[in-house]
């Protein structure tokens, strides 16, 4: 069965420092991977999205950034985190979609990052 | 672009009564749907598909396309169920958004004994 690890559980850093977030997915092979993050009081919004090693989307505009250096690794990163990037990060996996055949996201546990 | 509201954050029933946590989307074409849910102190988990019209645990959700809906209704609460209760929407298929899923802000529910 496929399972998805998601680390750390809770961070806290300071303004201006660097940050690292890792996620990886086991039982399962070319698997589409995403970061979303939710904010105090809004929804999940769609950070970036990866369909295959060093292929990276971005969905807004921002001061993180992601990459995939191995087929199951996904991997968020800034080089200085702001009071803004707090929030709650959730990392996602899905099969290849296909017409009729979509089973949605399997989320991992998720990282509570707080900037201070 | 496309949206999903969900303009209840909070939704507060007695068990037993029915439930229906509304989900609207702005979409131009033929969206898939879906319904996840979060228990507390658990992950995030896919609830259902509108493409699957299945019922799981009860609840059920219809497409509604002309008014753009896709509320989730169960006829009897549990105490269980208190949760939160998001909606989300991918573009169709062929479409830059496909795979890619739009979450609203979350309902969160609260069933009393």
């Known amino acids: 069965s496929q399972t998805i690890h998601q680390w750390p559980a809770t961070l806290v850093q300071p303004v201006g420092s660097p940050l690292s977030l890792e996620c990886t997915v086991e039982?399962?092979?070319?698997?589409?991977l995403y970061w979303y993050r939710q904010a105090a009081g809004r929804g999940l919004q769609l950070l970036f999205y990866s369909v295959g090693i060093g292929q990276i989307s971005s969905e807004v505009p921002q001061n993180l950034s992601a990459s995939r250096p191995q087929d199951r690794q996904f991997i968020l990163s800034s080089k200085k985190l702001l009071l803004s990037d707090s929030g709650f990060y959730l990392c996602?996996?899905?099969?290849?979609?296909?017409?009729?055949?979509?089973?949605?996201?399997?989320f991992g546990s998720g990282t509570r990052l707080t900037v201070v | 672009a496309q949206r999903v509201t969900q303009p209840e954050k909070l939704l507060s029933v007695f068990k037993g009564a029915p439930v229906e946590l509304k989900c609207n989307y702005s979409y131009s074409g033929s969206p898939e749907l879906f319904w996840y849910v979060q228990y507390s102190r658990q992950r995030l988990q896919l609830l259902l598909r509108h493409i699957s019209r299945e019922s799981i645990k009860g609840f059920t959700a219809d497409l509604n396309k002309g008014e753009t809906s896709f509320h989730l209704k169960k006829p009897f609460a549990q105490e269980e169920d208190s949760a939160m209760y998001y909606c989300?929407?991918?573009?169709?298929?062929?479409?830059?958004?496909?795979?890619?899923?739009?979450f609203g802000q979350g309902t969160i529910l609260t069933v009393h004994p």
């Open positions: 996602a996996w899905s099969w290849v979609w296909t017409r009729g055949s979509n089973y949605g996201y399997t």
């Open positions: 039982g399962t092979s070319n698997p589409n």
């Open positions: 989300a929407l991918s573009g169709e298929a062929g479409g830059t958004s496909y795979g890619k899923l739009t």
